[in-house]
């Protein structure tokens, strides 16, 4: 009896502590212990737009607590509009350090003001399936024209059979379409992404799998090619001095000149339609490389184009380029 009667006063007496240990632990969870933004407390704004600062509470073990409001103020740096809710104007390149404050727990942070103007992605046209993986990259040119080397973008992708992400490369992974999405600033657009499998006989030519010849052609020479009835893209790559003695055409075909490209047509094959290519210098050999690619309709251009996401008409702050093509 005696027994039982110290371990009921044993209860008695640790019952207390545990539930205050628990509650110790919950406060200790739920409390605040610091401030953090950005990666190294340090923020990265590409944006031209005023644009809301985002920071966060950590509690001793690190986890991320609720949402609580904070207080924004600047303490040094390059003169910027900062409210006290967050709000910076970033629209000139500069730095300037901020203090974060919530309840009793304060953070400075650094922010770097580098609004992008134009955003180039790498590469922006197609590649190629059996060519192994291809880096990709983002490139900014700030207001002031200068580069702009710090750059908090996100790069996502909208079709995974098509394409993998992987560090930093695009994995093809089988002949198609594909779209990214770049985010960075301003920009939110989506890149259009052809994986191509290019075929060793015209005859064989079709949407994303084309025709490429290496030629070289002796002075006054002429050659011709019977590609499937369509619409396809011809052009001729190579020095400046081949393509200026190199004639392209087709004959009984519906052609119009390719602007973006030094030489090159947009044709509407007939089933007797030919490809020509003529060398015209009549002492000089020319060297160029022709590629035949087929295309669904003449809304299409031999440079991938950028979609906006938003669609609307708004003014546009940042413009998004595409970059040369990976294949």
């Known amino acids: 009896m005696q027994h039982m009667n110290s371990t009921l006063m044993s ?5 207390p502590l545990l539930a205050l240990t628990l509650i110790l632990t919950s406060c200790d969870r739920l409390t605040p212990a610091r401030v953090t933004a950005g990666r190294g407390d340090t923020i990265v704004v590409n944006n031209v737009r005023q644009t809301r600062l985002a920071a966060y509470r950590l509690n001793q073990r690190g986890d991320t607590l609720g949402e609580r409001p904070m207080r924004w103020r600047q303490v040094a740096g390059d003169a910027r509009s900062l409210a006290p809710e967050g709000i910076v104007d970033c629209s000139q390149r500069g730095n300037m350090e901020a203090e974060v ?4 727990v304060a953070a400075r942070i650094a922010i770097l003001c580098r609004p992008i103007a134009m955003l180039y992605f790498t ?3 197609n590649i190629r399936l059996k060519g192994g993986p291809v880096p990709y990259g983002l490139t900014g040119v700030g ?3 200068q580069p702009v080397l710090q750059i908090a973008g996100r790069v996502e992708l909208q079709d995974t059979s098509v394409i993998g992400l992987v560090d930093g490369q695009i994995i093809p992974r089988r002949v198609g ?4 999405r770049v985010t960075a600033g301003d920009c939110d657009e989506y890149v259009p992404v052809t994986v191509e499998d290019p075929v060793t006989d015209i005859d064989s030519l079709v949407v994303n799998r084309p025709y490429e010849e290496s030629l070289a052609m002796v002075p006054g020479e002429w050659k011709t090619w019977q590609a499937p ?3 396809s893209f011809i052009t ?3 020095d400046s001095a081949s393509l200026a003695s190199l004639q392209i ?3 009984r075909a519906n052609c119009a000149r390719l602007r973006i490209v030094a030489k090159g047509i947009s044709c509407i094959l007939g089933d007797t339609s030919r490809i020509v290519v003529r060398n015209t210098d009549q002492t000089r050999q020319a060297m160029a490389s022709l590629r035949v690619e087929r295309r669904i309709s003449t809304s299409g251009s031999s440079v991938r184009r950028v979609r906006r996401s938003s669609g609307s008409s708004e003014t546009s702050y940042c413009t998004l380029m595409l970059g040369p093509s990976a294949g």
């Open 229 to 231: 009835p369509g619409l």
């Open 101 to 104: 404050a919530t309840g009793d």
């Open 11 to 15: 209860l008695h007496t640790l019952a």
């Open 123 to 125: 590469p922006g046209e």
């Open 143 to 145: 207001r002031d024209g």
């Open 177 to 180: 379409d594909a779209w990214i």
């Open 249 to 251: 055409a087709a004959s």
């Open 236 to 238: 001729l790559t190579g």
